[in-house]
């Protein structure tokens, strides 16, 4: 599985960015897929997840209410929509796909990482 990533950059406080991973390679059915964030000086930390297949999704207390993980089966593409961003949201956001759902949450021996995109959040 091949993930790809993007959809960063700068916005202000209060502002929205949409986060896409396109996956390709391998049937993803299966699997998990979640959007973790790193910011300098900080270990990288879970966000979101969604089940690829059944929707089901889970989220961050950070994030509850201002993000929302979705998907699109026919794009393979899991995205990822912030709003009410804050300047703490600044980090390099990863997305990444595994089958167990507390492996992927708590990034133990995750299967597949994508690149990461900025997102940068000015006060």
């Known amino acids: 599985v091949q993930l790809q990533a993007s959809g960063g950059g700068l916005v202000q406080a209060g502002g929205s960015l949409r986060l896409s991973c396109a996956a390709s390679?391998?049937?993803?059915?299966?699997?998990?897929m979640g959007w973790f964030r790193q910011a300098p000086g900080k270990e990288r930390e879970y966000v979101a997840a969604?089940?690829?297949?059944?929707?089901?999704?889970y989220y961050a207390d950070s994030v509850k209410g201002r993000f929302t993980i979705s998907r699109d089966n026919a794009k393979n593409t899991v995205y990822l929509q912030m709003n009410s961003l804050k300047p703490e949201d600044t980090a390099v956001y990863y997305c990444?796909?595994?089958?167990?759902?507390?492996?992927?949450?708590?990034?133990?021996?995750?299967?597949?990482w994508g690149q990461g995109t900025q997102v940068t959040v000015s006060s």
């Open positions: 990444a796909a595994d089958n167990i759902l507390r492996q992927l949450i708590t990034r133990t021996n995750v299967d597949y």
């Open positions: 969604i089940m690829w297949s059944g929707g089901s999704t």
């Open positions: 390679g391998h049937t993803l059915s299966r699997y998990y």
